[in-house]
């Protein structure tokens, strides 16, 4: 099993950038794609980025491409977010989840593992 823990939520104005990390544990980060969520009040949870396990798969939301990069330094077992031209409708808690699956996921169903979330809010 894989445990995980994200960072670097906060308060942003729109047009700023945050930079979340997901640090894992109990089993190396390298086994699993990986991927970001997020969940707004009373919302879906829902698909933001995902990260082959070599790193050599990416997918975005429409909504999020060109403005967030998701990376992995799986030596440092830490999978990121770079969120850059923030808008206020990114407010949401972001959560990391682990897949330890044959193809990278989309689907919140697809990954195995999660994290307890950061909240991200960006004010207008």
């Known amino acids: 099993q894989v445990q995980l823990v994200e960072s670097g939520g906060g308060l942003v104005q729109a047009g700023g950038s945050l930079r979340l990390s997901c640090v894992a544990s109990?089993?190396?980060?390298?086994?699993?794609?990986m991927g970001w969520f997020r969940q707004s009040p009373g919302q879906e949870r829902d698909f933001v980025a995902a990260?082959?396990?070599?790193?050599?798969?990416?997918e975005y939301a429409d909504s999020v491409k060109g403005r967030f990069t998701i990376s992995r330094e799986n030596a440092k077992n830490t999978v990121y977010l770079q969120m850059n031209s923030l808008k206020p409708e990114d407010t949401a808690v972001y959560y990391c989840?682990?897949?330890?699956?044959?193809?990278?996921?989309?689907?919140?169903?697809?990954?195995?593992?999660w994290g307890q979330g950061t909240q991200v809010t960006v004010s207008s």
């Open positions: 989840a682990a897949d330890g699956t044959v193809v990278v996921s989309t689907k919140r169903t697809g990954y195995d593992y």
């Open positions: 109990g089993r190396t980060l390298s086994f699993y794609h």
């Open positions: 990260i082959s396990r070599s790193g050599g798969v990416i």
